[in-house]
């Protein structure tokens, strides 16, 4: 039978997309599917043992569960302690070969502490709920799966990997240069980073996630005069602390708004006292209607996309802070341990367009970027300014830091099979 040159591009063309796979790539993706029910069988395993941040023997546990998941890949498999930021400690792991190194992230604690009443891994059909089942337990089971796979193709024998799985990123220890000490360090040597929490959908469709933004808190404190109210606005006792409180929040809902920005006030109080704890969670207050109040504090968060606009966002609030009403004063203070943002740079877009050759030779759809400022901040964003980064390779799923978290179990398999073709690709510095 004759083939001509037409006829065999029209075959080609009809190929399916998977047999664009060289055969240990596809020898990767048998091996996911193969193992699928034992990758269900860890994130069970894993949800059922409380890792809540401040669990502080949960979390050293699941880090030991992650060690014992390692270990027989060859991986090199250390444990570091930070009890002297309040914290469990976090998991390294070196697999050393040849070729560019690729750092994996994600974490061992959540947000479900012993006394939450979610507790327990529940599997309906093809649906998993549970505490911390895709944030970020699932994408610990991606990033096993992903390297069981290329252990069975071979492909890990020579691979460069780096894993750090932090205990605290959903409550982080202080101070943060300690906490974020070991991952900062790892991403300074690291030639790609990938980083496995939820991945973002939209409509049945996956996307990919090359930013996130900032998260930083503030502390705004306000004092006024206090005395009788019939001289509240009065030359000699001026308006007092809560209304200087509330010109500053109102001016920054105002004059504030712009892309990639959010701004938050999560905690108020204002009084003759007020006060806030230590940790900026509970606030006091006492006062009577006709006492014109002597201190005012409000707490929140600011987002931003980029470091030049978390610099210059932080300039407008100051200079609204600074407009005092009469006989009234007022200090905006930034917290030191916030998270940096993670911008959208050319490498990281460079990176979505590698994974996304990967879903063309799987037959998986292209991946288009997901909005910043629909996601929050990760750990992700303490390497992204010193290495090509791309987020969100995690499982997929819903309700997140919530009762009802829940994760579709079929896309372990699917993450998993896109993330150990695209480790050994960028390892290998093939396209």
Request: overall charge neutral.
């Amino acid at each position: 039978m004759r083939i001509t040159l037409l006829g065999a591009l029209l075959l080609l063309a009809a190929a399916p997309a998977a047999a664009r796979l060289a055969p240990e790539e596809r020898r990767m993706a048998d091996a996911v599917e193969r193992e699928s029910d034992r990758s269900v069988a860890l994130l069970e395993r894993l949800v059922n043992r409380n890792s809540g941040t401040l669990n502080l023997e949960g979390v050293r546990a699941v880090g030991q569960m992650m060690r014992e998941e390692l270990e027989p890949l060859g991986f090199s498999v250390r444990w570091v302690d930070m009890s002297a930021t309040g914290r469990a400690g976090h998991i390294v792991a070196t697999h050393r070969g040849r070729g560019r190194n690729i750092l994996l992230i994600g974490h061992l604690d959540t947000v479900f502490e012993p006394d939450s009443p979610f507790q327990a891994f529940t599997r309906t059909g093809n649906r998993a709920t549970g505490p911390g089942v895709g944030d970020d337990k699932g994408g610990l089971v991606v990033i096993v799966a992903a390297l069981r796979a290329m252990h069975a193709a071979g492909t890990l024998r020579a691979a460069n990997v780096t894993i750090v799985l932090t205990g605290d990123e959903e409550r982080t220890g202080a101070p943060i240069a300690v906490a974020r000490r070991d991952l900062i360090e790892a991403g300074r040597v690291a030639d790609y980073a990938l980083e496995f929490e939820n991945l973002a959908m939209e409509d049945g469709r996956d996307f990919g996630s090359v930013a996130r933004r900032s998260a930083t808190n503030w502390t705004l404190t306000a004092n006024g005069r206090t005395g009788h109210s019939s001289g509240v606005c009065g030359p000699n006792l001026g308006c007092g602390a809560i209304y200087e409180l509330a010109r500053i929040l109102d001016a920054f809902r105002r004059e504030l708004p712009e892309p990639n920005l959010t701004y938050n006030v999560g905690v108020i109080a204002g009084g003759t006292p007020a006060t806030i704890d230590a940790d900026g969670f509970r606030a006091a207050a006492s006062g009577k209607t006709n006492i014109v109040a002597e201190t005012a504090i409000a707490r929140g968060d600011i987002r931003t996309l980029s470091a030049e606009q978390e610099a210059r966002v932080r300039a407008a609030m100051q200079a609204i802070v600074a407009q005092h009403l009469p006989r009234t004063g007022a200090e905006l203070v930034f917290a030191e341990d916030g998270y940096p943002p993670m911008a959208p740079t050319e490498g990281n877009r460079a990176l979505l367009a590698r994974l996304n050759d990967v879903n063309r030779d799987l037959g998986l759809a292209e991946m288009a970027e997901f909005d910043p400022a629909r996601r929050g901040a990760a750990d992700s964003s303490f390497v992204a300014g010193d290495v090509d980064t791309l987020a969100g390779l995690g499982a997929a799923g819903g309700n997140t830091h919530a009762e009802g978290e829940w994760v579709d179990l079929d896309s372990l398999s699917r993450q998993a099979k896109r993330a150990a073709i695209l480790i050994t690709r960028l390892t290998r510095g093939r396209r």
